[in-house]
């Protein structure tokens, strides 16, 4: 082998001509190579995800592997077998704030023999680091023609009847997909219920099943006294004023009371980071600070303090929305404080 590629290398250097024709019929052959095995569906790569789970959908095109494995961030590792005659997988996976990459590997006798990366921006309003997304991710949004009509090989993609009010969970045409959604301790009514018609308008266009904006025509069609309670106040917690429930409440699932996105405190500094210390409940009356955490609620029993102990998180007549609607701050001290 050695010796034919010094002959190669004394002709070439004498045959500028031989040294082109060579590399013309070399570059075809050496560019060759084979089908992919797989190839992911979704989610596409570089897309922004504002939900906490993203469906990755797999196509096996050829060479049969064993299983196909699927990683985010090196981590929750989830294997699937392959079956003959099977020609698309999916699986549902969670997602941490920021970007996501998402790793999916074919297997052949225990060996990975194909892999294939996509990277997802999980951007949140609650997350300090993370609720501005890149200009590089963009919005991919599921329910739209291409993509509802190529997983409509496999599920069902056209409202029923029993979409409406479904009798059990598997009845809705959701559920296949997005059931992790209702994986907390605390479900909302109509994710209880799989009555995801109840939110998500079935006639929306361009993208199928989205909800009415802001949040608040849709939630006040339940939660009339809120509405009623609330538009009377003179002052608003901007989430309120805005219409944003969901910014603060999961619509469908948490493991928080309320179906708070985090606990009480950790949400509401979360924007009100300078709030945290607890100085701002004394200033004016003492140095020091007053805890806004870690003690029990003198006015609600069994619960523990936090900041809306004394704030109400939705709307006042107090302007620092106090819960006594009494602007005097000293009035709500003295609710916690008894004096002579």
């Known amino acids: 082998m050695k010796a034919a590629v010094e002959k190669l290398r004394s002709i070439c250097?004498?045959?500028p001509v031989f040294l082109i024709s060579v590399f013309v019929f070399v570059l075809p052959v050496a560019a060759t190579g084979s089908p992919e095995i797989f190839s992911v569906v979704l989610p596409a790569d570089n897309s922004m995800v504002e939900g906490d789970f993203v469906?990755?959908?797999v196509?096996?095109?050829s060479g049969s592997p064993d299983a196909l494995r699927v990683s985010r961030n090196n981590s929750d590792v989830s294997n699937a077998p392959v079956h003959e005659g099977k020609d698309y997988y999916c699986r549902t996976i969670a997602l941490a704030y920021g970007p996501d990459e998402i790793t999916v590997s074919a297997l052949k006798g225990g060996k990975i023999v194909e892999t294939k990366k996509v990277t997802v921006f999980h951007r949140s309003d609650i997350s300090k680091e993370y609720h501005i997304n890149p200009p590089e991710f963009t919005n991919n949004p599921f329910h739209t023609g291409d993509k509802r009509n190529e997983c409509g090989l496999c599920h069902r993609m056209e409202l029923s009847e029993k979409d409406i009010k479904p009798a059990n969970p598997g009845d809705s045409m959701c559920y296949q997909c997005h059931k992790r959604i209702t994986s907390y301790s605390n479900v909302h009514g109509p994710?209880?219920?799989?009555a995801c018609l109840t939110c998500h308008d079935k006639s929306s266009s361009p993208v199928a099943f989205s909800t009415k904006q802001p949040d608040r025509d849709a939630c006040y069609t339940c939660h009339q006294e809120e509405k009623e309670k609330w538009t009377r106040k003179k002052y608003f917690h901007g989430p309120t004023a805005t219409g944003k429930c969901t910014l603060c409440h999961n619509p469908h699932a948490s493991n928080n009371p309320f179906w708070l996105r985090k606990p009480t405190w950790d949400l509401c500094v979360t924007c009100h980071e300078d709030r945290a210390s607890g100085a701002?409940?004394?200033v004016g009356f003492g140095s020091g600070t007053h805890p806004t955490k870690g003690r029990p609620d003198p006015l609600r029993y069994g619960?523990?303090?936090?900041?809306a102990s004394c704030?109400?998180?939705h709307a006042s007549n107090s302007k620092a929305l106090f819960r006594n609607d009494d602007d005097d701050p000293y009035n709500l001290c003295k609710a916690?404080?008894?004096y002579k």
């Open 13 to 15: 250097f004498f045959s």
């Open 303 to 307: 619960k523990e303090l936090t900041c």
């Open 55 to 57: 469906s990755v959908v």
């Open 280 to 282: 701002h409940v004394i």
């Open 191 to 194: 994710a209880a219920r799989w």
């Open 336 to 338: 916690c404080h008894k």
């Open 311 to 313: 704030h109400n998180p």
């Open 59 to 61: 196509k096996v095109n």
